[in-house]
Nanobody
């Protein structure tokens, strides 16, 4: 089994910053792609950003230039630095990881999510 645990969410004013973390643990041989998605009330889950084990990043247009994704491969941890936050960024942010288990099986894992609220 593979577990993802997110942290770092909270309430922030418009224009503020937050940093999210997500650590993967369990029966892991390697973690390929790690990423973040978000889901606002009444809306579908949407893509935010991903990063490969080699450091290649990709972002949704709505967060380009404001959010930065990074990872620590030794810790199987991915981060999301969010700057210049807007009310429309309010959502539950959910971590995702594509893992190769110690038995050699590919496994896609999702975290429980962490709430980010941008409001004055």
């Amino acid at each position: 089994q593979v577990q993802l645990v997110e942290s770092g969410g909270g309430l922030v004013q418009p224009g503020g910053s937050l940093r999210l973390s997500c650590a993967a643990s369990g029966s892991i041989f390697s973690v390929t792609v790690m990423g973040w998605y978000r889901q606002a009330p009444g809306k579908q889950r949407e893509y935010v950003a991903t990063i490969t084990s080699g450091g290649t990043t990709n972002y949704a247009d709505s967060v380009k230039g404001r959010f930065t994704i990074s990872r620590d491969n030794a810790k199987n941890t991915v981060y999301l630095q969010m700057n210049s936050l807007k009310p429309e960024d309010t959502a539950v942010y959910i971590c995702n990881a594509d893992v190769i288990t110690q038995l050699g099986h590919p496994f896609g894992s999702w975290g429980q999510g962490t709430q980010v609220t941008v409001s004055s």
